[in-house]
């Protein structure tokens, strides 16, 4: 079945750091890919996503790239805030299975200092 | 864009009491609806999957009789835990789908306190 695997955290990074944040996944066939980010308290909100191989989805500086050759979707931020402190969640949904269901990874922690 | 509401956003009950948590789609007609669980610093996992009128699919390993899931309307589904007891503590988070669309839009979810 589907999964999605995603570096532990917590990262902490200084304010205008680079982030990367680690996302492979398996799946069969060609599912699409989101990153969602979860603010202390809060649900999930999608962040980005991207339905096809090489596609880049993009918002708010943050940007992944989906890479079917290596099966990644690394999630990067060219310089950081302390407002991005929160949890990263890559998810896939759709492939050969699993339907639309949406798969997650366990979640990264990222904490910025001023 | 879509919105997703939960209510209530915290609850505290006591061990043996059924509590009954609110998921409603506010701009969009929610043919699916997910509930997911969310234990400290881990990630979501999926409960159930109910379709508008019918009864919900629960993962393995989920207690149907204990979290009951009830999708009467395009736009609610709720979520009752009953006889909660302290091992039920967590985040619950709901999200809905619209007929004809892939995304799923999440709820803020109900933190669940039994004491």
């Known amino acids: 079945g589907n999964s999605v695997t995603q570096m532990e955290g917590p990262v902490t990074l200084s304010e205008e750091a680079f982030l990367t944040i680690n996302c492979t996944y398996t799946?069969?066939?060609?599912?699409?890919l989101f990153w969602y980010v979860q603010y202390p308290g809060e649900g999930l909100q999608l962040l980005l996503k991207?339905?096809?191989?090489?596609d880049k989805g993009s918002n708010k500086g943050f940007e992944a790239t989906y890479r079917k050759e290596t099966t990644s979707f690394h999630l990067e931020k060219g310089s950081v805030q302390v407002s991005d402190s929160a949890v990263y969640f890559c998810?896939?949904?759709?492939?050969?299975?699993?339907?639309?269901?949406?798969?997650f990874g366990g979640g990264t922690r990222l904490m910025v200092k001023p | 864009g879509a919105v997703v509401s939960q209510h209530p956003s915290r609850v505290i009950c006591k061990s043996g009491t059924s509590v009954k948590i609110e998921c409603r789609s506010l701009d969009f007609q929610a043919t699916t609806m997910f509930w997911y669980r969310q234990f400290p610093k881990k990630s979501l996992m999926l409960m159930a999957t109910?379709?508008?009128?019918?009864?919900?699919?629960?993962e393995q390993g989920v207690e149907k009789d204990k979290f009951l899931i009830n999708h009467a309307s395009l736009t609610l589904s709720t979520l009752t835990v009953t006889s909660a007891h302290p091992e039920d503590s967590s985040f619950y988070i709901c999200?809905?789908?619209?007929?004809?669309?892939?995304?799923?839009?999440f709820g803020p979810g109900t933190r669940l306190t039994v004491l």
């Open positions: 109910s379709n508008e009128g019918s009864k919900a699919t629960y």
């Open positions: 799946a069969t066939g060609y599912p699409s």
């Open positions: 991207a339905t096809k191989a090489d």
């Open positions: 999200s809905a789908r619209g007929q004809g669309y892939n995304e799923q839009f």
């Open positions: 998810a896939l949904s759709g492939g050969n299975n699993a339907g639309n269901m949406l798969t």
